[in-house]
């Protein structure tokens, strides 16, 4: 039976807003990495430029459905960018655990996800999200982070990582200069991996229910956010795709790329939801690692 939401037309309306520019967003990174291919020099990427297969999908649960981008390219070995929207209701065990929704369970949602791993151990694999939820209470959740594969790339210092998180840092510094610091601060929190006492890279920013009480700052946040990863990480793959890699670098890389597959399956929250709330298994774990090793 389809569900309609119990929420205000009003919280439905500032879903759809989200929905609209979160596709619109996906739109445009999927076209920016098919230029990458197309840019990949061919005597490192011999193969033929790859495509999006954008693939459609509807909920098993409630209301809603997205869009998967799937690629398997010559620059990028395998990258999914997706989009969703909901209106559903929690399970009890999840509406004890989400603002608003003790007393009614039902909720609303819109999202972007994506993953980036690239076929050079040189160009660092990357992932954002920026979701908008609404229960009986809104806001805004997500952020973005990049993980180089080679130890020699993952200081702060390192210039992938100080251009990176100057780009977070604007998209922050627009609205507050308090949020970058404290939402770094809470990316490198979220991204670390107590049973091996290490980051999972050089972080980023990492925010979640985000409310300041104005719709339209927080809608403009969540924006700029999308906006500064767009600009950003193309710079970093283009400044880093002509660069050789060794078999060395290569082993260290899907190493790392271990790395990424314990915390996806053992701390990622993200994870756990859309599998618990009828998302799409397929583009939910997208952002495993087409091949990885562990030593």
């Given at each position: 039976?389809?569900?309609?939401?119990?929420?205000?037309?009003?919280?439905?309306?500032?879903?759809?807003?989200?929905?609209?520019?979160?596709?619109?967003?996906?739109?445009?990174?999927?076209?920016?990495?098919?230029?990458?291919?197309d840019e990949a020099p061919?005597?490192?990427?011999?193969?033929?430029?790859?495509?999006?297969?954008?693939?459609?999908?509807?909920?098993?649960?409630?209301?809603?459905?997205?869009?998967?981008?799937?690629?398997?390219?010559?620059?990028?070995?395998?990258?999914?960018?997706?989009?969703?929207?909901?209106?559903?209701?929690?399970?009890?065990?999840?509406?004890?655990?989400?603002?608003?929704?003790?007393?009614?369970?039902?909720?609303?949602?819109?999202?972007?996800?994506?993953i980036v791993h690239p076929?050079?151990?040189?160009?660092?694999?990357?992932?954002?999200?920026?979701?908008?939820?609404?229960?009986?209470?809104?806001?805004?959740?997500?952020?973005?982070?990049?993980?180089?594969?080679?130890?020699?790339?993952?200081?702060?210092?390192?210039?992938?990582?100080?251009?990176?998180?100057?780009?977070?840092?604007?998209?922050?510094?627009?609205?507050?200069?308090?949020?970058?610091?404290?939402?770094?601060?809470?990316?490198?929190?979220?991204?670390?991996?107590?049973?091996?006492?290490?980051?999972?890279?050089?972080?980023?920013?990492?925010?979640?229910?985000?409310?300041?009480?104005?719709?339209?700052?927080?809608?403009?946040?969540?924006?700029?956010?999308?906006?500064?990863?767009?600009?950003?990480?193309?710079?970093?793959?283009?400044?880093?795709?002509?660069?050789?890699?060794?078999?060395?670098?290569?082993?260290?890389?899907?190493?790392?790329?271990?790395?990424?597959?314990?915390?996806?399956?053992?701390?990622?929250?993200?994870?756990?939801?859309g599998l618990r709330a009828?998302?799409?298994?397929?583009?939910?774990?997208?952002?495993?690692?087409?091949?990885?090793?562990?030593?």
């Open positions: 039976m389809a569900e309609t939401s119990t929420l205000p037309p009003e919280i439905l309306t500032r879903r759809d807003r989200a929905k609209a520019w979160f596709e619109s967003l996906q739109t445009r990174i999927c076209a920016e990495l098919e230029r990458l291919e061919p005597e490192l990427y011999p193969d033929a430029p790859g495509r999006f297969d954008m693939r459609p999908w509807t909920r098993e649960t409630g209301v809603g459905g997205g869009i998967g981008g799937h690629l398997k390219g010559r620059l990028f070995e395998k990258a999914g960018i997706h989009t969703s929207a909901a209106t559903a209701r929690f399970s009890p065990e999840m509406a004890a655990q989400m603002p608003g929704a003790d007393q009614d369970p039902s909720y609303v949602s819109a999202s972007i996800s994506l076929v050079s151990p040189r160009v660092p694999t990357v992932h954002m999200n920026t979701r908008f939820l609404s229960t009986a209470e809104s806001w805004f959740g997500g952020g973005a982070d990049l993980t180089p594969m080679l130890d020699e790339q993952r200081s702060q210092d390192a210039d992938d990582a100080k251009l990176f998180h100057a780009a977070m840092q604007g998209a922050c510094d627009a609205f507050d200069p308090e949020w970058h610091p404290r939402y770094k601060a809470w990316c490198d929190e979220y991204f670390f991996l107590p049973h091996r006492n290490e980051p999972r890279g050089v972080g980023g920013i990492f925010y979640d229910r985000h409310n300041t009480g104005d719709f339209e700052k927080d809608f403009a946040f969540t924006r700029a956010v999308g906006e500064a990863f767009l600009d950003v990480y193309p710079k970093i793959v283009r400044h880093r795709m002509n660069e050789p890699w060794t078999d060395a670098d290569r082993t260290e890389q899907l190493v790392r790329r271990g790395r990424y597959v314990e915390f996806n399956l053992l701390y990622d929250r993200g994870t756990m939801f009828g998302g799409n298994v397929e583009t939910i774990l997208s952002s495993m690692p087409p091949m990885v090793a562990w030593p």
